[in-house]
């Protein structure tokens, strides 16, 4: 089973736990890398994944500068989808659908 982290944790990244977490072959966390985000990125979140999705560019490298230790196994990929979206936009799932699947 892969473990799998959405990283920002606002809207898209809970919309993204919440259509993923049905499915049996991963265990899927969102959690935020700003200091005041409900559920805080940590070490631990960073070291426990497999596959780490950011939304942004600007989300990867503040990743990247801030879990640098951290990020020895996890992969780290860039889904290049912009702040546009509500949670569980229907928009924002297709997205979603399209674009995550292929590196589960």
């Known amino acids: ?11 898209r ?5 919440q259509v993923f977490s049905k499915r049996r072959d991963i265990e899927v966390e969102s ?8 559920n805080p990125l940590t070490h631990e979140l960073v070291a426990w994944a497999d596959i780490i999705f950011v939304m942004e560019k600007a989300h990867r490298a503040k ?3 801030k879990f640098r230790s951290s ?6 990929i860039c889904l290049d989808i912009p702040d546009d979206y509500e949670f569980m ?13 292929r590196y589960l």
Do not use: F, I, Y
């Open 31 to 38: 959690a935020g890398t700003n200091h005041d985000a409900d």
């Open 63 to 65: 990743l990247q500068k």
């Open 89 to 101: 936009d229907p928009e924002l799932v297709q997205l979603l659908e399209a674009k995550v699947p």
């Open 1 to 11: 089973m892969k473990n799998v982290l959405c990283s920002q944790n606002r809207l």
């Open 71 to 76: 990020l020895k196994k996890a992969r780290l």
């Open 13 to 17: 990244s809970p919309t993204a736990e």
